[in-house]
């Protein structure tokens, strides 16, 4: 296992491999429980440094409050501890998170990891702002994720800076795809703020740049793999990293090739550890990417 840096041996440990976990659904839409818990347990048993629920990734944009509250406890009951869990609790009402802080148990949960407010399309004001709030109330760190094409707005390099001061704010979930926004955050950023890749496919470019680590979605289907190519480029051997980042990138861009989760769930149910339904107004990736993925499946093991 690798080491901490000096600057961040305190905090939260957010260094290497966290998964954006996808919610499996039964056929008739309901959360399917048992394949959530083979999910978590395929995933802890990888080696992968921590969890992420409830993040777009987990369609938690179309599941109830009681959905979202029996998801926690069955992966915080299948995890058993083993590694850190970190909620995603993002939206573009601020009061109503506010007032979700107050309602939610946080036992077991290690930090939030909160989407820019989407579809408002706030100015970097309105961003900062939603952001102090929610870090100011609370009670566990928060990861800031700036992910421009599902939001409409992008969180610039000065109001990242400005908002890694805050003493509960701890990192940032970066998927601009903008390289010199990344570099410029890199650059200036606090000693102990983490910043993190949202994209599968720049890990790698992103990590010689200095980044920490990732929160992925290919790794829900190839945890040890993939959190192993993270821990070579992290420890400096980018040989042996890109030989597994050039085994991989085909998945990495094909996922999203019709929309996501649908594709990462195609590889899963290959895999069978979960199926491929998702919630409307999601649908399943279409016949041509449905092959494409199975095919790059079939050759990768």
Do not use: W
Request: overall charge negative; hydrophobic content about 45%; aromatic content about 6%.
């Amino acid at each position: 296992m690798f080491a901490l840096p000096e600057t961040l041996e305190a905090m939260i440990n957010l260094y290497g491999t966290g998964v954006a976990m996808v919610t499996p659904f039964e056929a008739d839409g309901s959360v399917d429980y048992a394949a959530l818990r083979m999910l978590t347990r395929h995933l802890v048993d990888n080696k992968i440094e921590y969890l992420v629920v409830m993040g777009t990734t987990g369609e938690s944009a179309t599941l109830s409050s009681d959905e979202k509250r029996k998801i926690f406890d069955t992966v915080l009951d299948e995890n058993k501890g083993a590694i850190p869990v970190i909620a995603g609790m993002g939206g573009n009402n601020t009061a109503e998170l506010l007032n979700g802080f107050k309602q939610f148990n946080f036992d077991g949960i290690s930090a939030i990891l909160s989407v820019s407010p989407y579809y408002n399309k706030p100015n970097q004001a309105g961003i900062s702002a939603h952001y102090t709030a929610l870090a100011d109330a609370s009670p566990l760190p928060v990861i800031l994720y700036n992910v421009p094409g599902r939001t409409g707005s992008n969180m610039t390099a000065e109001t990242t800076l400005a908002l890694a001061e805050h003493k509960n704010i701890v990192a940032m979930k970066e998927a601009s795809g903008n390289m010199e926004q990344c570099m410029e955050i890199l650059r200036h950023r606090p000693n102990d703020f983490y910043v993190l890749s949202g994209d599968d496919a720049l890990t790698l470019p992103l990590l010689s740049m200095g980044m920490d680590g990732v929160i992925s979605v290919i790794a829900n289907a190839y945890p040890r793999n993939f959190s192993e190519l993270v821990r070579m480029a992290l420890g400096g051997n980018f040989k042996a990293a890109r030989e597994l980042h050039y085994g991989l990138l085909g998945m990495m861009n094909e996922i999203f090739a019709d929309g996501s989760p649908g594709g990462i769930k195609e590889i899963l149910n290959h895999l069978g550890i979960c199926g491929t339904h998702v919630r409307l107004p999601l649908m399943n990736v279409n016949p041509s990417v449905r092959a494409k993925l199975i095919a790059l499946a079939k050759s990768y093991s």
